[in-house]
Every structure is written in structure tokens, then in C-alpha cells.
């Protein structure tokens, strides 16, 4: 593999890193063979959370750290043992920011915030000068508590900084960044950088949006989404089948993002038909993934409870120029068939009973990763989903859950897809 250097005038910071100049990135399904995908490992942005700021930072308790690290190494082994490269969010975002214009902009972003103040911001770009490129990557991601900022007698806070809590952030936490689904998506080789609705992640998507266009891992990517249209997220949006893709529309995605990334999808001939999913507005259904993901070619996992009531609107692209065509609504399960050209989509049940179901579907039982056709990972708790998918001849790799599900996320929602095996053809 070659080998590329990076030359960052940042304290003379030289480095090489070992990517060939050129990696195909490729993704036209939920079930394709996995080859790389994009996680965050948690880290000291989680020891931000107290009883104070969870609700805001969308986290449901207060996680133990090093159990959740040990929880979410144990998930990259079980990739990494089915072959899966894995590539970590944290070291991207390092190498990108030994590019010095990576760096520039990072650093103009987080100093752009009307909160800071001119004196506080010469002292928050004084603190950020001195870091270096992994130094920095630490900051961008778990923020910078107010103790934490370096001032002298001659250099003081002003006053923004004497007058903020003491338990507020100069920068503010990226705890959410463990789920690496929602701040970008692959559709084909393109990327899409997402648009997150809720104030506490928005700061996520200049993170993956600097990745994506400044690593050298990722060169001549074309976007076919960015963080300045209207609210997406990714996990709201399934690849179906190649050419086909369903979109939740809810909490988070809203019908003018579905409708943007029809027209932007269209336009770059990377699907012909969108289903338009609305899903209850509910912390517990926040994106599509929460209630349905793929687990075969033609099968769905499901939680019961919505599986009948789904509906879908469906997008067809129109011929040059001309407004997508809006069918429907029709029943989700039957308007994927036909979209899929499948007579029907298998569906196998989140638990077996109504309680049982409810307890599982809170608990991330339907959002499981699939590594393969039929081969999946899902969380260890949800035994009765695990059950109904072994006996429907899907293979579960458990995984532990204690305290990465705190933040309500499960395997897919912990990881973005960058190469699949491709079903097309
Ligand atoms: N795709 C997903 O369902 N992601 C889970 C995101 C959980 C995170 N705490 C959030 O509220 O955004």
C-alpha cells in the first residue's frame, strides 16, 4: 500500500500515513458483505454527562467509561473478526487536522460561536494554537470544560468567562458521536454529510464534513448531502436494494430533508425510487432504525407494534429536470416489495409478545448491523429478538450493552458503512 505524507506548517508536524491514494468507497445496501466501517470509541466526552446536562445531551444515564470503552472494544473485535476494516473517528479527525486548512477551519468554527465574546474567543484561540493535532482532535470532541482553559493574570477570561457557570462548557461535549450513523451516509461512492436536528449534535457534522474533505483516505469524494440542507439524519435512511432506499421521516429527518435528498439522489442517478416512512415523533422511534433494519437481501427486522400501521409515500425520480412523481401512502411493507421487486419482504418480530417487544425495540433489539446476508450484530439483552432471529436462520454476534446503551443507540446505529459488498450485478 502506498504510502502519502501530509505537510502541516503546525509546529512543523510531519506525517505519514498509511493509506493508498486511492480507496473505493461503496455502499448500495444494508447487507452486502461488510468491508470498512466508521465508528467512534467513546472516550472522555462521556465524562461530561452528569445529572445536569443528560436530558439535554440526549443521553438516558450516566454511563460507567471504561465499561463502556471495554463494551464497544469488544463490538470492533467482532467486526475486525469477520474481517470488517475498522477505521476510528478520532484518528481521522487527528490526521485531518495536520492539514493545515483542515485545522484553519476547525478551529474558525468553534471560535465562530456568538456565546464566546471577543476577549473569551482570543483566549480560546490562544488554548487551541498550542495543541497539536491529536491534542486538538481530544478538545473538538469531548469540549473544553470551563477549568480546563488556560489563562494568566495577563492574559484573563473577561467578562463572559467570569460570569458563566462554572458547570458550563467553553466548548461544548460531542457525547453523541459514538453513534457514527447519523453524521454521515455512503449512497454508492457518495457521501452525504448529514443535517442533525437537535442543537446538541449539530457541531458533529464539521467533524465528518473536515474528514470527508480534507483526509487524503478520501480524495476526490463527490457529496450527495450536506449539513447546510434541511434536517437528515442518517439513521433515518435504509439502502433497501440498490436503486432503493427508505427514509423516516419523524423526531429528526424531516419531510423537506427526505424530499432534498430524493432530489440530490436523483440527480446524481444513484437510486430511482424513495419510500418516505413517517414514524411516530418519540425519543423511542427517533430515527427508522429504532423500529425496522435488514438482516437478509429480502428480510426485515420489525418491531410489531408499527409493523402493520407503516406507511410509505413513494418517490419516483422524474426525467430531466421534471419534480420526483409522489405516490402512495401504501402500507410500508407492501410499497418496499415493489420497489424491491420482491413478491414480499420476510419480517421477523422484536420479541414475542407486546410487553416483551416494547421492552426490546428501547432497548436497540431492531437495531441490529448487518455484516452479511443472514449474519448480524445485535445486543446480548434482547434475548427473545435474538431467539426469533436465530430460529429465521440469522446468525447474531451478541455484544454487550450495559452502558453504550444509555445513549439509546445500538450496532447500527454505533457505525457507518463506508465499503459493502456490492448486490448490484
Ligand atoms: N440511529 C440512531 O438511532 N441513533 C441513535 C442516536 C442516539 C442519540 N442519543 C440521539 O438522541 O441522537
Known amino acids: 500500500m502506498n504510502a502519502i505524507f501530509i505537510h502541516s506548517c503546525f509546529l512543523g508536524c510531519r506525517q505519514t500515513l498509511p493509506y493508498a491514494a486511492i480507496v473505493t468507497h461503496y455502499v448500495d445496501s444494508e447487507v452486502g458483505r461488510l468491508g470498512t466501517v466508521l465508528l467512534h470509541r467513546p472516550g472522555p466526552e462521556l465524562a461530561r454527562l452528569t445529572p445536569r446536562n443528560n436530558d439535554s445531551l440526549l443521553f438516558d444515564a450516566i454511563p460507567w467509561v471504561g465499561r463502556a470503552q471495554e463494551e464497544h472494544d469488544a463490538f470492533a473485535a467482532a467486526l475486525r473478526g469477520r474481517g470488517v476494516e475498522v477505521l476510528y473517528l478520532a484518528d481521522l479527525l487527528a490526521e485531518t487536522l495536520a492539514v493545515d486548512e483542515a485545522r484553519a477551519e476547525l478551529t474558525a468554527e468553534v ?14 484561540a490562544d488554548h487551541l494554537a498550542y495543541l497539536d493535532p491529536v491534542a486538538l482532535a481530544d478538545v ?58 437537535m442543537p446538541a449534535r449539530r457541531r458533529e457534522t464539521t467533524l465528518t464534513d473536515a474528514i470527508y474533505r480534507h483526509h487524503p483516505r478520501f480524495v476526490g469524494t463527490e457529496a450527495v448531502y450536506h449539513p447546510h440542507l434541511e434536517h ?47 414514524i411516530a415523533q418519540e425519543r423511542a422511534t427517533m430515527h427508522l432504525d429504532t423500529v425496522c433494519t435488514m438482516v437478509d437481501v429480502d428480510a426485515v427486522l420489525m418491531y410489531p407494534n408499527v409493523a402493520n400501521t407503516l406507511s410509505a409515500y413513494t418517490m419516483i425520480a422524474g426525467a430531466d429536470g421534471e419534480d420526483p412523481r409522489v405516490d402512495g401512502p401504501a402500507p410500508f411493507l407492501r410499497a418496499a416489495a415493489d420497489a424491491m421487486d420482491l413478491d414480499q419482504l420476510r419480517v421477523i418480530d422484536t420479541g414475542l409478545d407486546p410487553v416483551t417487544a416494547e421492552r426490546e425495540q428501547w432497548d436497540d433489539g431492531n437495531n441490529t448491523l448487518a455484516l452479511a446476508p443472514r449474519l448480524c450484530v445485535g445486543y446480548e439483552r434482547n ?35 463506508l465499503v459493502r459488498d456490492p448486490l448490484r450485478g
Open 232 to 278: 437528515l439524519e442518517g439513521g433515518d435512511v435504509l439502502l433497501l436494494a440498490p436503486g432503493v432506499l427508505a427514509v423516516g421521516v419523524g423526531e429528526r429527518t424531516t419531510p423537506a430533508g427526505a424530499e432534498r435528498l430524493a432530489r440530490q439522489v436523483f440527480a446524481a442517478g444513484l437510486a430511482h425510487t424513495i419510500l418516505v416512512v413517517p
Open 140 to 197: 473538538l470532541i469531548a469540549g473544553l470544560a470551563h477549568e480546563e482553559l488556560r489563562l494568566s493574570p495577563e492574559r484573563p477570561g473577561g467578562l463572559v468567562y467570569t460570569l458563566m457557570d462554572r458547570h458550563d462548557f467553553v466548548i461544548d461535549p460531542l457525547p453523541n458521536l459514538l453513534f457514527t450513523r447519523d453524521s454521515s451516509l455512503w449512497i454508492g461512492d457518495r457521501v452525504g454529510v448529514t443535517s442533525l436536528a
Open 111 to 124: 471560535l465562530r460561536s456568538p456565546r464566546l465574546g471577543d476577549t473569551l474567543r482570543a483566549r480560546v
Open 383 to 417: 434475548v427473545e429478538t435474538n431467539a426469533q432471529l436465530e430460529r429465521a436462520g440469522i446468525e447474531v454476534i451478541p455484544i454487550a450493552s450495559s452502558e453504550l446503551g444509555s445513549g439509546r443507540g445500538g450496532p447500527r446505529c454505533m457505525s457507518c458503512p
